[in-house]
């Protein structure tokens, strides 16, 4: 969860310190030791003098509304995103009217094959669902392949699978199959029937990294695919436990 006072700036540090976090666990490292810096498009890595255990360990983080998520692998491009079901810009009049607004102005971001999926539902509440499913995964990929925002978001177009809960990707057209998107839905209660945010986590091929990606090996190839991943279990942490586990070290 996150504060009410200047909540990106917590956000961020709590994101800081699940990377960490991750880092430690997953690699060893002594908090002390851990240097992370950022490609100059944007994407956070760590830093190491010496050879890591795994050819393409890779992470990201996002936040949004009342979360902050952190997702790693080991192998593969690994993006995610989050957001929080709700609508942005102006505050005042009538929430379908508001909605139509901000469909406006965030239409061009999607192809056609795209807003039919988007604009199809009957009530306002779930297009604005899906709005934010497939925002998620332009992020999701955006942010694995590490280009910051330097992708017209219509070359990269979705179809949403198995109950909205998987996707697959066409660049300019052409579809990926070595790319593997999940979509996950965060709900504020057990038992409610829509869900508060949506989370998309992105894998794909080291050799699509971007060129600023400078710790991925481009040439490592795997036999097995990013789409036989196990599904994401994600773990709800509090910011007492992750200031627990670095003061522990």
Not at 1 to 9: L, Q, R, T, W
Request: net charge negative; glycine share 6%; aromatic share 10%.
């Amino acid at each position: 969860m996150v504060g009410k006072d200047n909540p990106d700036a917590k956000s961020s540090l709590i994101g800081r310190l699940m990377i960490r976090r991750l880092v430690n666990q997953v690699l060893g490292i002594p908090f002390s030791e851990i240097v992370l810096k950022r490609t100059k498009k944007g994407k956070p890595y760590l830093e190491s003098s010496s050879p890591l255990p795994y050819p393409n360990f890779n992470f990201n983080v996002s936040h949004a509304g009342d979360y902050v998520v952190c997702a790693t692998e080991e192998l593969f491009l690994v993006g995610v995103d989050v957001m929080k079901i709700e609508v942005r810009g102006r505050k005042e009049g009538r929430e379908e009217a508001r909605i139509d607004e901000f469909f406006h102005d965030m239409h061009s971001c999607f192809t056609p094959h795209e807003w039919l999926k988007i604009s199809g539902p009957a009530n306002y509440r779930d297009k604005l669902e899906q709005f934010y499913l497939h925002w998620t995964l332009k992020e999701g990929y955006i942010k694995a392949v590490g280009i910051g925002m330097g992708l017209e978001l219509q070359r990269a177009e979705f179809t949403l699978t198995d109950n909205d809960t998987r996707a697959t990707v066409k660049i300019d057209g052409k579809p990926q199959p070595n790319w593997h998107f999940e979509l996950h839905k965060f709900y504020q209660n057990p038992g409610d029937l829509k869900a508060e945010h949506v989370v998309c986590v992105a894998y794909g091929p080291p050799s699509d990294a971007d060129e600023a990606c400078v710790y991925v090996n481009r040439q490592a190839v795997f036999d097995e695919p990013p789409n036989l991943l196990s599904p994401v279990d994600f773990e709800f942490l509090s910011i007492t436990d992750l200031m627990v586990s670095e003061s522990s070290c």
